[in-house]
């Protein structure tokens, strides 16, 4: 989907020159969990703290790893070092400098890829203030080319052209349900120069349209044991096509937990850059009033009437529908139910795969 998921949420390093800085690095790093990077010949070495040789060498790999850097120097000096590795505006990971007595914060790079916001955090927690200088955050509070959390701007490459007439003075139409957009300072009227749409539906973008595609398809996924991966992503990608629904709109893949270590239901989301999640059969055997095509021979299997169908209401919640029934291909399965409001990080339902770590296992070499 893009740039990968919500930048914003690394921590940032935060860059220092000397231990003049530090009380502010550990302030800024308190408020963002950020880790403190500081140069070997004037930083007292310290927990947590990670040390570099050269500046310019440790702040241009920073930059080209995409990690999001708050520097507690002279917006000039980033600017300088950074300057030979700029390119694409859409590749830029967040770039902050922070006066050394922290008055002062400003996002120089990656505005809407989170630098606006975690500036503002950062001059909250510094008491002082974020140069957000960004137009369209400035002019209507939204960055229209970088939607919040639960949404997918699926024409990136429109955006500029399109907000370039909001700050002309056009207006625009809202076509399709957001508070983020109907709630913000944009002049939305009924015959507005530029349309916003909102919608699940796959849509080819018409001049001056935006389409923006809500996170709040949940996926479910049944296979039997070794089921191909791609025979699983062509049946979801098929169905999906089918049923006019765009692949940006899923915000979870999900199904019965005895399928968590199933190469075929990661493949899917992966394909689909979502997060995999897994409910027991009690939460999927739940959810048979609401299901379509129940079937015994499931449920002797695994102890549910449904995994597909079962999983996406499971994750779609009690408000939640189904959108597409069971799908069939000759070893996978899959459904599509729609939740009530956009899946996001903080609020998945289900569980992950778990990870095992072996310490140790006794004496010996």
């Known amino acids: ?7 914003e ?29 500081g140069a070997r010949k004037r930083v007292t070495p310290g927990d947590g703290i990670v040390l570099f040789d050269e500046a310019k060498a440790h702040m241009q790999a920073l930059f080209l790893d995409r990690v999001p850097t708050v520097a507690i120097m002279a917006s000039g000096a980033v ?45 909250f927690a510094l008491g002082g203030m974020a140069a957000v200088t960004t137009a369209g955050d400035l002019r209507f509070g939204v960055a229209l080319d970088a939607p919040p959390e639960g949404y997918v701007l699926a024409n990136a490459g429109d955006a500029k052209a399109a907000m370039a007439e909001l700050l002309a003075g056009a207006d625009a139409v809202l076509d399709g349900e957001a508070e983020w957009l109907s709630q913000s300072g944009l002049a939305l009227a009924g015959n507005g120069k530029v349309t916003l749409a909102v919608t699940e539906e796959r849509r080819e973008p018409r001049g001056l349209e935006l ?3 809500p996170t709040t398809l949940a996926l479910g996924i049944g296979c039997e044991r070794g089921c191909d991966p791609e025979e699983a992503w062509n049946l979801v990608r098929e169905t999906l096509d089918a049923a006019g629904l765009a692949e940006e709109a899923v915000g979870v893949v999900c199904s019965l937990d005895l399928k968590a270590d199933e190469a075929a239901v990661h493949h899917v989301a992966g394909r689909l850059g979502v997060p995999a999640r897994f409910f027991d059969a009690a939460t999927l055997e739940a959810e048979t ?34 959108a597409v029934e069971k799908a069939k291909s000759a070893r996978a399965t899959c459904a599509v139910a729609r939740a009530t409001e956009p899946f996001t990080a903080a609020g998945l339902p289900g569980r992950a795969r778990g990870t095992l770590y072996v310490v140790g296992i006794g004496p010996g070499s």
């Open 211 to 213: 389409v923006y595609h």
């Open 79 to 123: 600017i300088r070092i950074l300057a030979p590795l700029l390119a694409a505006k859409a590749d830029e990971p967040p770039v902050i400098a922070v006066a050394e007595d922290g008055h002062a914060t400003v996002p120089l790079l990656g505005g809407h890829h989170g630098a606006n916001t975690l500036a503002q955090e950062i001059a």
């Open 9 to 37: 949420r690394l921590p940032p390093a935060i860059v220092i020159l000397s231990d003049a800085a530090m009380p502010v690095a550990e302030t800024i790093r308190t408020a963002t969990g950020g880790v403190i990077h």
């Open 289 to 322: 009033p609401r299901l379509k095509n129940p079937s015994e021979v499931v449920f002797a299997e695994v102890g549910c009437h449904g995994v597909a169908e079962g999983a996406a209401l499971a994750a779609a919640g009690p408000d939640g529908d189904l």
């Open 1 to 7: 989907k893009g740039f990968p998921m919500h930048p």
